[in-house]
């Protein structure tokens, strides 16, 4: 079985201070893990993903993520946040084995940003 | 190219009634799964539809099932309503190892 954990559920930061998220994931088989956005009253966008290339991924809007096996980690950052960045953000892992593309969330983590 | 739609965007229904929600996939994906979004419960995985068959569902109760139409296109029915199916449905739509995401039926159950 595979899960996401995503620690604390809200995170505040300044405009143009460093935006940091993090996810730790379980899982029996190599992983695909991703990052989506969801802004109010929307669905969910993809910023970026890790699908056993190269381990640090950059995404859209300024996000990169590096995947650790190791730590099990795949936290997502961004050096210097601006207020569009506010939104609720879902980390989620993957097997995608062809007959498999089930996305097991994390419970997101709100990111509020402070003028 | 378009994106994934849904229909319709929001729906008020009482209990006990049931509920058909569609989901229109981006063209050229076979593909289409179908989550639940609530405030207490997260992103919860309901099935997903390849080529008109189920090939995987989750840990819901018999009263939520879908199909796939041959053209892809995809529905789900929620029948015999609860208060507790009041949650966001988000179908999303894939091609290899990517899933995209409509917008969402906002289902309200008084």
């Known amino acids: 079985a595979q899960s996401v954990t995503q620690l604390g559920s809200h995170v505040s930061v300044s405009e143009g201070a460093l935006v940091l998220l993090r996810c730790n994931y379980s899982?029996?088989?190599?992983?695909?893990l991703f990052w989506y956005v969801q802004y109010p009253n929307q669905g969910l966008q993809l910023l970026l993903k890790?699908?056993?290339?190269?381990?640090l991924v950059k995404g859209i809007n300024g996000f990169e993520a590096e995947f650790k096996k190791s730590e099990t980690s795949f936290h997502l950052t961004k050096p210097s946040a601006h207020m569009s960045d506010a939104a609720e953000y879902f980390c989620?892992?993957?097997?995608?084995?062809?007959?498999?593309?089930?996305?097991?969330f994390g419970k997101g983590i709100t990111l509020s940003v402070r003028p | 190219k378009a994106g994934v739609t849904q229909t319709p965007r929001y729906l008020i229904k009482t209990r006990g009634q049931q509920v058909t929600l569609s989901c229109s996939p981006i063209?050229?994906?076979?593909?289409v799964s179908w989550y639940q979004q609530t405030p207490g419960q997260g992103l919860q995985f309901l099935f997903e539809?390849?080529?008109?068959?189920?090939?995987n569902k989750g840990n819901f109760p018999g009263r939520f099932s879908g199909r796939q139409f041959s053209n892809s296109r995809s529905e789900m029915n929620v029948s015999t309503l609860e208060l507790g199916d009041s949650a966001l449905y988000l179908c999303?739509?894939?091609?290899?190892?990517?899933?995209?995401f409509g917008p969402g039926t906002r289902l309200t159950v008084l």
């Open positions: 539809y390849f080529s008109e068959t189920q090939r």
């Open positions: 989620a892992v993957s097997r995608f084995s062809g007959a498999n593309s089930k996305l097991t």
């Open positions: 063209s050229g994906h076979r593909s």
């Open positions: 999303a739509s894939s091609l290899r190892d990517e899933q995209f």
């Open positions: 899982s029996s088989v190599p992983p695909y």
């Open positions: 890790y699908t056993s290339a190269a381990t």
